[in-house]
């Protein structure tokens, strides 16, 4: 890219995986190359991500660019300038082009793209400005005292974009939302119990402190990766009240469209083996950290795949 277009912060060009190299250029505010840099930056990080699954209905995955595109702007000016200050300020002029977006004002492609999106779903500002507010969170807390805090956090970081799926495949009812909640928290969950070590390497920790304090293992502990039957019990507690989560996201899947149920069974399932391998290690996700292997997710994926094509 030759030049920052004039509705960038100087310092987004620090930022190497925004594919600003496919910008649209100036005076381009066309909706269609709008939609390809949003379909470009979801494939250039498609090797580590289910972006769009290959179950979607085509015509539905035009839409999932738009809100993925901003979902990865979002976390990249939270998390890639290594200063507190900037992120805070890069998310605040985000927020105000996302609030320009629904007042029909919009420079930005991934605006342009998603003002589409927002009106052919009618699609409300709040799960779109919830997720700003945990990656706001995220650059002041470092640390949850109980469960409950944790859970909060996830419903501002992870149940947005279950919901914002929901408004995509055309639903929009409290009890769908709800079951969503509980698979997008506790694929968050996990997560954090798959990058315990991860995190604290980054100064933080989603261990409740409380929890901590139940098993009699401290901070000093953590950092010095002491993995002993305090810490599997600690871990243990975690895993087993996640996994009910999952269970109960689950109850999702038969009321929805069967392509969609086969979507959100599939993340379901994918968390749930995820601590299945934590817990097939012991509960030690600080000697090395937990992944799923290649045949597991392939065999996953072909397992729904071939659900899949029995409902066509």
């Given at each position: 890219?030759?030049?920052?277009?004039?509705?960038?912060?100087?310092?987004?060009?620090?930022?190497?995986?925004?594919?600003?190299?496919?910008?649209?250029?100036?005076?381009?505010?066309?909706?269609?190359?709008?939609?390809?840099?949003?379909?470009?930056?979801?494939?250039?990080?498609?090797?580590?991500?289910?972006?769009?699954?290959?179950?979607?209905?085509?015509?539905?995955?035009?839409?999932?660019?738009?809100?993925?595109?901003?979902?990865?702007?979002?976390?990249?000016?939270?998390?890639?300038?290594?200063?507190?200050?900037?992120?805070?300020?890069?998310?605040?002029?985000?927020?105000?082009?996302?609030?320009?977006?629904?007042?029909?004002?919009?420079?930005?492609?991934?605006?342009?793209?998603?003002?589409?999106?927002?009106?052919?779903?009618?699609?409300?500002?709040?799960?779109?400005?919830?997720?700003?507010?945990?990656?706001?969170q995220d650059q002041v807390v470092t640390r949850y005292r109980t469960?409950?805090?944790?859970?909060?956090?996830?419903?501002?970081?992870?149940?947005?974009?279950?919901?914002?799926?929901?408004?995509?495949?055309?639903?929009?009812?409290?009890?769908?939302?709800?079951?969503?909640?509980?698979?997008?928290?506790?694929?968050?969950?996990a997560n954090f119990w798959q990058d315990v070590r991860v995190d604290?390497?980054?100064?933080?920790?989603?261990?409740?402190?409380?929890?901590?304090?139940?098993?009699?293992?401290?901070?000093?502990?953590?950092?010095?990766?002491?993995?002993?039957?305090?810490?599997?019990?600690?871990?243990?507690?975690?895993?087993?009240?996640?996994?009910?989560?999952?269970?109960?996201?689950?109850?999702?899947?038969?009321?929805?469209?069967?392509?969609?149920?086969?979507?959100?069974?599939l993340f379901n399932r994918c968390g749930s083996a995820l601590l299945?391998?934590?817990?097939?290690?012991?509960?030690?996700?600080?000697?090395?950290?937990?992944?799923?292997?290649?045949?597991?997710?392939?065999?996953?994926?072909?397992?729904?795949?071939?659900?899949?094509?029995?409902?066509?």
């Amino acid at each position: 890219m030759s030049q920052l277009p004039d509705y960038l912060p100087e310092a987004v060009l620090r930022f190497n995986d925004l594919a600003l190299d496919a910008l649209p250029g100036a005076g381009d505010a066309s909706l269609e190359s709008a939609h390809r840099y949003c379909r470009r930056l979801a494939r250039r990080h498609y090797e580590n991500f289910i972006v769009v699954s290959p179950f979607l209905p085509t015509a539905l995955r035009r839409h999932f660019y738009h809100v993925y595109a901003y979902c990865r702007w979002s976390d990249d000016l939270a998390d890639e300038t290594g200063d507190t200050g900037l992120s805070l300020e890069l998310l605040d002029w985000w927020d105000g082009e996302l609030q320009a977006c629904y007042e029909n004002e919009f420079r930005h492609p991934v605006f342009i793209a998603l003002r589409e999106t927002i009106d052919r779903f009618d699609i409300p500002i709040a799960p779109f400005r919830d997720l700003l507010t945990a990656f706001r969170q995220d650059q002041v807390v470092t640390r949850y005292r109980t469960y409950e805090d944790v859970l909060e956090y996830c419903r501002y970081s992870a149940n947005p974009v279950g919901r914002l799926v929901l408004y995509l495949c055309g639903y929009r009812d409290r009890e769908r939302q709800l079951l969503s909640d509980a698979t997008c928290t506790a694929l968050q969950l996990a997560n954090f119990w798959q990058d315990v070590r991860v995190d604290l390497k980054k100064g933080r920790i989603y261990l409740p402190l409380e929890d901590l304090d139940r098993y009699q293992y401290t901070e000093e502990d953590l950092e010095a990766g002491v993995v002993d039957e305090r810490f599997r019990g600690l871990m243990s507690y975690q895993v087993n009240r996640t996994r009910k989560l999952f269970d109960e996201g689950l109850g999702l899947c038969g009321m929805v469209d069967a392509r969609a149920g086969l979507d959100i069974e599939l993340f379901n399932r994918c968390g749930s083996a995820l601590l299945d391998q934590i817990e097939r290690r012991r509960f030690d996700v600080l000697s090395r950290r937990p992944t799923l292997s290649s045949a597991r997710k392939a065999g996953l994926f072909l397992k729904y795949a071939l659900k899949r094509l029995w409902i066509r």
